[in-house]
Structure formats: C-alpha cells, structure tokens
C-alpha cells in the first residue's frame, strides 16, 4: 500500500518560515509528478506548487517569490519551504504525487493526510 506522510506544518508568527516534508512510502515503482495543495477553512482546495519528474515547477501566483518546492528522488521525499509567511497562507497543506506502484503498474494519484500551517501573531 502507498502512502504519502507530510511533516513539518505549525504555528509560526508572519513573515516566517515553515518547511513541509512529504515522503512516499510503499511498493512503488516510479513517482511522476509531486506538489503542495492547501485548503482553507470554507474554500476549495488549491494547488500550492508542483515539481515533475522532468524538473519542471510550477506555482500559484500567490506564493511566487516566497515558496519553493524541491525534491530528492532517492528519498521519494518533496519539500515546500516556505519564508515570508502571511496570515492568508493558513490552512492544511496536503501532499499530493502520481505514483505507479509495483503491484498495479499503473499510474494512481495519492493525496497526504494534510498538515496544519497557522500564521498568527
């Protein structure tokens, strides 16, 4: 069974910095795509960051400049480091990667469980 375990999410006061860890674990074959999504209370879900197998990334506009997604292969692990923290960065930021296992050979979108990112003073 895949799984992907986030960490690092908190409390941290604006303009700060948070570093989000999200690792695949399991029988898998290849991961293509990972990336970041949040959900804030009362809105849809949205895309944070995303990082392909190619090394291609891409982010919303509201985080450019002050976001940066990363990966290590090797430990089929992304990152979200994130400076410059806002008020309006809080929600539950989930994981999110395209992953064929060894056991289906076929490719399957997994989602994290989330962790929590509050930004108050």
């Known amino acids: 069974q895949v799984q992907l375990v986030e960490s690092g999410g908190g409390l941290v006061q604006p303009g700060g910095s948070l570093r989000l860890s999200c690792t695949a674990s399991g029988r898998i074959f290849s991961i293509n795509d990972m990336g970041w999504y949040r959900q804030a209370p009362g809105k849809q879900r949205e895309l944070v960051a995303t990082?392909?197998?190619?090394?291609?990334?891409n982010y919303a506009d509201s985080v450019k400049g002050r976001f940066t997604i990363s990966r290590d292969n090797a430990k089929n692990t992304v990152y979200l480091q994130m400076n410059s923290l806002k008020p309006e960065d809080t929600a539950v930021y989930y994981c999110?990667?395209?992953?064929?296992?060894?056991?289906?050979?076929?490719?399957?979108?997994?989602w994290g469980q989330g962790t929590q990112v509050t930004v108050s003073s």
């Open positions: 990082f392909t197998r190619g090394g291609s990334t």
């Open positions: 999110n990667a395209d992953i064929v296992s060894g056991s289906r050979l076929i490719v399957d979108n997994y």
